[in-house]
């Protein structure tokens, strides 16, 4: 869940299954990427899919993945 200062609060992932971060394959990332990159909002920063494609499927932590999407969309999550 991703909680702005102002604005509505951006639930996103799922409670069941894994995502890159837990096994880090790269068959299962494609897989995913191609299962979700025609859902809607897929690229919209206020919706819960893009959140999990930045933070969940894009690099093998969170850490990096939060540092990715930092720069990208000049931001800072704290």
Excluded: C
């Excluded at 299962?35 to 690229?43: A, Q, T, V």
């Excluded at 494609?53 to 720069?71: D, V």
Aim: no cysteine.
């Amino acid at each position: 869940m991703l909680i702005p200062e102002e604005g509505p609060v951006i639930h996103f992932g799922s409670n069941v299954g894994k995502t890159f971060i837990d096994h880090q394959d790269g068959k299962k990332k494609s897989a995913w990427e191609a299962r979700h990159k025609g859902d809607k909002g897929y690229n919209d920063k206020s919706a819960g899919i893009y959140y999990s494609k930045s933070l969940l499927w894009t690099e093998p932590t969170l850490t990096k993945a939060i540092s990715s999407l930092e720069k990208k969309d000049k931001i800072k999550i704290v």
